[in-house]
């Protein structure tokens, strides 16, 4: 079992609608928890980066941890054709460098 | 500013021959990581420097795999006789100290080299 699962879809949605895509992780000591988007032939980019549990909001872009369930979401509103990305979640713990990646869900907005 | 570079971008190599990739950070970070993409797999922690020393090299996956930091800025990745399954992108990432005080620093990738063994 990997350490952080993540549906690979491809998933496609109109444009405006929200998406939500989702993580699990096994691993309790994981701290951080980072969203990343990857756009194609490029290196992933930081989108969203939260500590332990909670929410947090930037923009068109919601990032959620439940640390008790051991789930990672991630929430675009409006999303735009612009959002069509893959999107990769990763975890880490304290004290370690390692960053753990799912293996990215590939998103399509449709216009 | 300049981001992550890496070179080259596309590499094809013969099965058995060696070959080396070449990253370099922004310019200020001390810390270094090399991560492999498969199809299928996401990203694999390969190794991580911070200067020009590695203590953390438990993702390299065998012994053919070498890496080295020199000047605390550009690092080469080594794969020797390579193999087919050595097909992935190798992405390298920098970030400015890594994790200091319990704050984990933002990792800023490059574009990857993607290589293809036939």
């Known amino acids: 079992q990997k350490e952080v699962e993540q549906d690979p879809g491809p998933l496609s949605v109109p444009e405006g609608a929200i998406v939500s895509l989702n993580c699990t992780y096994s691993?309790?000591?994981?701290?951080?928890f980072m969203w990343y988007r990857q756009y194609s032939r490029k290196g992933p980019e930081l989108l969203m980066y939260?500590?332990?549990?909670g929410n947090k909001e930037d923009g068109r872009f919601t990032a959620q941890v439940d640390k008790s369930s051991k789930y990672i979401s991630l929430f675009i509103r409006d999303s735009q054709p612009s959002d069509s990305a893959t999107y990769l979640c990763?975890?880490?713990?304290?004290?370690?460098?390692?960053?753990?990646f799912g293996t990215g869900t590939r998103l399509t907005i449709i216009p | 500013g300049a981001g992550v570079s890496q070179s080259p971008s596309n590499k094809v190599t013969e099965k058995g021959k060696d070959v080396e990739l070449r990253c370099d950070p922004i310019?200020?970070?001390?810390?270094l990581y090399w991560y492999r993409q498969s199809l299928g797999q996401g990203l694999e922690f390969l190794i991580y420097?911070?200067?020009?020393?590695?203590?953390?090299k438990s993702g390299l996956p065998s012994d053919r795999f070498s890496a080295e930091r020199t000047g605390g800025s550009v690092s080469t990745l080594t794969i020797q006789r390579t193999q087919q399954e050595d097909s992935a992108v190798y992405l390298c990432?920098?970030?400015?100290?890594?994790?200091?005080?319990?704050?984990?620093?933002?990792?800023?990738f490059g574009p990857g080299t993607r290589l293809l063994v036939l």
């Open positions: 990432a920098s970030s400015r100290t890594g994790t200091s005080g319990g704050a984990r620093e933002t990792q800023y």
């Open positions: 691993n309790s000591a994981f701290q951080y």
């Open positions: 939260t500590y332990s549990s």
């Open positions: 990763s975890s880490g713990g304290f004290g370690n460098e390692k960053l753990t």
């Open positions: 310019s200020g970070h001390t810390a």
């Open positions: 420097f911070q200067g020009n020393s590695a203590p953390d």
